[in-house]
Structures are given as C-alpha cells and as structure tokens.
DNA sequence: GCAAAAGTGTTCATCGTACACCCATGG
DNA sequence: CCATGGGTGTACGATGAACACTTTTGC
C-alpha cells in the first residue's frame, strides 16, 4: 500500500534573510528582505519570500529555491536554519496553510536582488524601521522570532561571520554586533572587544590574513582576518554586552551637558 | 473563493515528554514517554506519542490530544513548546506526512499512564538507557534534538522548575540538573549551588514556604521552596557548571587511591 | 601637526570556586 | 553520639570593564 492517509494540510516555507547594508544610521544597516506580493490572498501587501514545498523536496531545497525563484538569489552557500512552524487554523484565507519559516543570513556581497514571479517588487527594509503591523498573514511575527533568534544567538555563537565576507576587519565585525544588538557597542573600547575574540584568536580560528583593508576615510587602516571556525560552533561563555554595561557606558560617553 | 490550494501533504504533531521519576542511579531519572506501535507502518517499534493534527485544531493543541489521548495524561497545565519540524521526504512510507515536534515537561505527580488506542505498551524509559537505532520513523532525531535543546534550557533559563512539584527543597532542585546535565553536580557544594539561584532569593522568585520537608532517610530535613517566577523567564548569567569545572571536582572528591 | 581609527598593556571591581564551619535528623 | 545531609559565611583566583598609551592613516 502507498499511501492509506490523506493530505490535510498546505505545506509553504517563508524565509527571513537577514544582511548588512550601508546606511546613514548603524542600526538601520541591519535589513531583512521584503516582497510586496501581487496576488488576489493578501494582495499589495509586504511579505517574506515563500513558495509551497514540492512532493520530493525538503524544507532546505524550498527555503533556497524561494530565494531563487522570488528574488534571484543564489542561496546555495548560505547559512539557513528552521525557526519554526507557524500553522494556526486561518492563518491564511484560502485554507489549511502549514509555513516552516527559516532563517538566512548572507554578507553584503551577494545581495543583488532581481524581482521574481507573482510579487510587484522586491527590497532590502531596515529592520528597526518596520511597522510590523503592515506584513501579510503572520509574517510579522515569524519576523520577530526571527530577530529574537538572531540576537540571541549572536551573543552565544559564532554565527555573526555568516554576515560578513571571508575577509574583513574587526571593525567589519563590531559593526554586525553594533547593527544587531546595540549601537553603543561602536563607541566601546577596542581592546575589550578584541578580549571577547581571544579563543579564536589563541585557537587560530580567526586568522589574520597579513594584510591591511584599503584605507578608509580617516584613521589607520584594519587588519584583515578570516574566520575558519565552524558555522555551528558556539562560544563557551556567552557575550556579557548587556543593557546594564551599554547604558552605563553610554552615560559615560555623553558630552557633558552643564 | 474559500481554497485555490490543493493539500500536499499529511501534518501531525509528536511529542517528547520529560520527566524525573525514581531510579536506582541519578542519571536514570530522567525519562522520557515512549509507546509501543500497534499499527501496520513500523508496527513493534518503540516511538514518540502523536497524532494528525485536525482542521480547526491548533499544534499546541494537537500536542495536549496526542498526551490525553495515548497516554490518558493531562497535559493543560504542562509546560509545552514547539522543537522543530521534521519532513524529509520519505521519513514515513506512507507519503509525504510532515511532523511538528514538541517538547513537554511534567513534574513527577501527574504521570499515571493509561494505554490509549493503536498502543500495544506505554512506557517511562530512562533516556541515557536508550538504544537510539530502535525508535520508529526519524523519532530517534527528534529525540537527540530535544536532549539537546532541554539541556540548554537548563543552563539559560528557569525550566527546571517546570520539572518538580510546587513545593520542592533544593535537594530535588539539584536532582534535576544532576539527571539531565551531570551526575557530578550532586556532589557539588550547597553553598555554590544556592548561589547560582541568588537572584531569585533576592528579588522574592524563589520563597520558602517556612515549612521542612518531611525527613527522608538520613540527614536534616530541606526547606521548602516555591518558585513564583515566569515559565519563560531566562538567566542574566548563564550557568557556569562545565565539564571542566566538573572534572576536577571528582578528581578532588575521589578516595585516595593508595 | 592633528584628528580619527587601530592596536597593546595594565588596573580594579566583580564573580565563581573552594573551603571551613554550624545545624538538624535517624539510628 | 555519630553519620549524613542541609545551611551559612569567608578567602582566593579568574574574568571582564575601564583606562592609559602607542601606532598608522588622511588632511
């Protein structure tokens, strides 16, 4: 026998890819991408890129042939993981819809978007500039697990260099901390940040490639390096930046106001 | 127009209970809900509790059935959270049947089973006493994840309490971490282990009852504690027992071997 | 030379581990 | 009264935040 049950449910994935992106402010540098759909269910609104998974597909293979499909991406590399299943009865107008929402991240490079089918046009949307309420079905909250997700997990993984190319400066690599947990963190001394690298320092996870980055406007130019670790490796003690020290520091930071 | 989309595939919910129940070893006292299949796909094989989550039913609450309706468990109260969801192609016979997995934690009380239907046997199984090999479809993957993702949990956050009766000493406190993290803890100092929990006695989350357990076999009796806290509450630091703190206090606690 | 950013070393408060000691119970 | 486990206080080493100082670039 093949098959003695019957399908009772759509199944879809959504992805939220995260990057970073110039911007005028740091915390707006952090941006997820966006689609505005054109389709009858939801309709001229923002949503994240989905599709439906195919009969002999996984989860994986529709998360990166969304990307393909609807933004032209080529995800292949990317670090993607499963956030979780959003799948309340009516959620979506047209019927049962299950979506296994994921996460992507991708560094800077990469990220030319081309428009796909069956969406009016397509975006990079600073996340900290999102009225959450204007997304589509319950992409919003999918988005704010999401970022709850990789907020936590910045502070107790490694997963900060999926943000960045394979060379960069610590300078490159406080801005991906600075963009996503705090942006005081940029004014924070380089020393203690440094401190918080020093296993992959001492473990020759985080290499130095022996070359200086092309000079910017002003000030010396950074040391590049290359992170060589593991994508899933996690720190042994978790990142202490927390809101009690970044105020504290900031206060510190204030011109003096007499 | 109620539906334009045609299901594609079957969607059911599993279950991963914990539990600490009595055993001769510490490390035996954590265990988990397995059921004995009695149906024709993977038939004689030990596997999670679940069912086919219905039209109108949410996964949460597919999770709390499959509880009341294998096991003849009440699980309203019980702590409950969705793990993941796995739906490789081919991961059942039947056809495409994708499973949302979910992790629940009981206390010790509430944990009389009663057989339900296409059950041969239902049973509490100590987890480290588990030949992974011999559970039904991808259940034994799902399982490793939720070892993974409780033993965490442990050490950012409050869930330990979500395993012990209301009124607890800290002696049952310790036992928790001691079975799921290392029997090693169960050696540990009072004064440390009390310490870990400092927070919670100084902002009144942890209080004790003015009352002393009933005395056990030996020793002075422990206080009784009730923990008022958020289920969803997390650490401001995470918990430090490693294994290397942990390997040299056995070394320390060892008899002399001359 | 000066401002700005990168990089190095040191000081000091805080936290966690270890340890010493007292209390309450059963046998 | 003694073995066993519960409970309290303290000392010391490790960690991390704050700070002082040097190096390298553009203007």
Redesign the pocket.
């Known amino acids: 026998m093949e098959s003695n049950l019957n399908a009772n449910a759509v199944v879809a994935v959504d992805v939220v890819v995260f990057t970073l992106r110039p911007a005028t402010s740091i915390e707006d540098r952090w941006q997820v991408l966006l689609v505005r759909r054109d389709e009858p269910a939801f309709g001229n609104k923002l949503a994240l890129p989905g599709v439906l998974v195919r009969a002999e597909e996984t989860f994986d293979a529709a998360a990166r042939r969304a990307l393909q499909t609807k933004a032209g991406l080529d995800a292949r590399d990317w670090y993607l993981e499963q956030l979780g299943t959003f799948g309340n009865p009516g959620r979506d107008t047209r019927g049962r819809v299950v979506s296994v929402a994921h996460v992507a991240l991708v560094g800077s490079d990469d990220v030319d978007l081309v428009r796909g089918s069956g969406i009016q046009s397509i975006d990079w949307v600073p996340v900290r500039a999102l009225p959450a309420e204007t997304l589509a079905f319950d992409h919003a909250d999918m988005l704010r697990v999401a970022i709850n997700r990789i907020q936590a997990k910045l502070r107790y993984s490694w997963v900060a260099f999926q943000l960045l190319p394979d060379e960069f ?3 490159q690599l406080r801005a991906v901390y600075s963009a996503i947990l705090d942006p005081s963190l940029q004014r ?5 940040f ?3 690298f020093s296993t992959l320092f001492a473990t020759d996870t985080l290499v130095p490639v022996g070359q ?1 980055a092309t ?9 590049l390096y290359r992170f060589v670790g593991p994508v899933g490796g996690t720190r042994t ?1 978790e990142l ?2 927390d809101s009690a ?1 970044r105020f ?2 900031n206060l ?1 930071a204030l011109p003096d106001a007499s």
Not at 188 to 192: E, P
Not at 215 to 223: C, D, I, L, S, T
């Open positions: 400066t610590l300078s924070l001394n380089t020393s203690n440094r401190k918080a200086r000079a910017g406007k002003v000030g010396r130019p950074g040391e003690r202490r930046w020290a504290r520091h510190a």
